[in-house]
């Protein structure tokens, strides 16, 4: 199995900066992908940040420009350093990763359970 653990959610007032972190631990071979999805009361989950193996990221035009991505591929962590926070980005923020098992033959697909992050205004 392969498991995620958020941390580092918290109340920041509006314009606040925040860095929650994800950490993989488990059978795991490799990380092809690791996702930041955030959930607010009554609004579908939206795809945040992605950053992939290659190094490559994206980000949702939303947070473009004041949310920054990164891993660390030797702790197998993923961080979201998330400046400038609106109210309205108020959340359950969660991440998801999907790559290969060790063996290199199965593929998995994991969720964390998120960590709440609350912008005052």
């Known amino acids: 199995q392969v498991h995620l653990v958020e941390s580092g959610g918290g109340l920041v007032q509006a314009g606040g900066s925040l860095r929650p972190s994800c950490a993989a631990s488990g059978s795991i071979a490799s990380i092809y992908e690791m996702c930041w999805y955030r959930r607010a009361p009554g609004k579908q989950r939206e795809l945040v940040a992605r950053a992939f193996n290659t190094g490559d990221t994206d980000y949702a035009d939303s947070v473009s420009g004041r949310f920054t991505i990164f891993r660390d591929n030797a702790k197998n962590t993923m961080y979201l350093q998330m400046n400038g926070l609106k109210p309205e980005e108020t959340a359950m923020y969660l991440c998801?990763?999907?790559?290969?098992?060790?063996?290199?033959?199965?593929?998995?697909?994991?969720w964390g359970e998120g960590t709440q992050v609350a912008v005052s205004s």
């Open positions: 998801k990763a999907d790559g290969l098992r060790q063996g290199g033959v199965m593929g998995y697909d994991a």
